[in-house]
């Protein structure tokens, strides 16, 4: 994964209506926390928060993209998302463009969080709260891009 091109859909939707995360290029680098809608909504939204709280720098934005599986799931994540007070714009793929684009995205969700430079290659992959070495290494690529 590492080095590939993420290619963002242009019908992605902002919880906020804030625009097309494709323009969204106001930091250095963006984690993207991507949610495929195969495991536990609230434990990834507690982890995203985790995230957040811990890491937040101009130089960084943190973009979750959450797919759904259906209306239910739609209507329980944004529930979720407005009661736990998630402090960056989240983006939702109905139609799971977001995986189409970027095939090469793992089934594994250990590979569904990156780190992207400015050209939206991925330099870092997998939970930067993972373990001390992982923060280490993420805090570091950060510094470099």
Not at 1 to 27: C, H, V, Y
Request: charge should be neutral; glycine fraction near 2%.
């Amino acid at each position: 994964m590492l080095g590939k091109e993420i290619k963002f859909p242009s019908n992605l939707q902002s919880l906020t209506n804030d625009g097309p995360l494709a323009s969204r290029r106001d930091s250095n680098a963006i984690l993207i926390y991507y949610y495929d809608g195969n495991e536990c909504t609230s434990c990834n939204i507690a982890n995203l928060n985790n995230i957040i709280n811990i890491y937040q720098s101009p130089n960084l934005s943190i973009i979750p993209i959450f797919s759904i599986n259906d209306d239910e799931h739609y209507l329980n994540l944004t529930t979720l998302l407005n009661n736990n007070s998630i402090k960056t714009i989240a983006y939702i793929d109905i139609n799971k463009d977001f995986i189409r684009k970027n095939s090469f995205i793992p089934k594994d969700s250990k590979f569904h969080t990156f780190l992207l430079n400015k050209q939206n290659k991925i330099v870092y992959v997998g939970n930067p709260l993972a373990s001390d070495k992982a923060w280490a290494l993420f805090t570091e690529i950060l510094e470099i891009i």
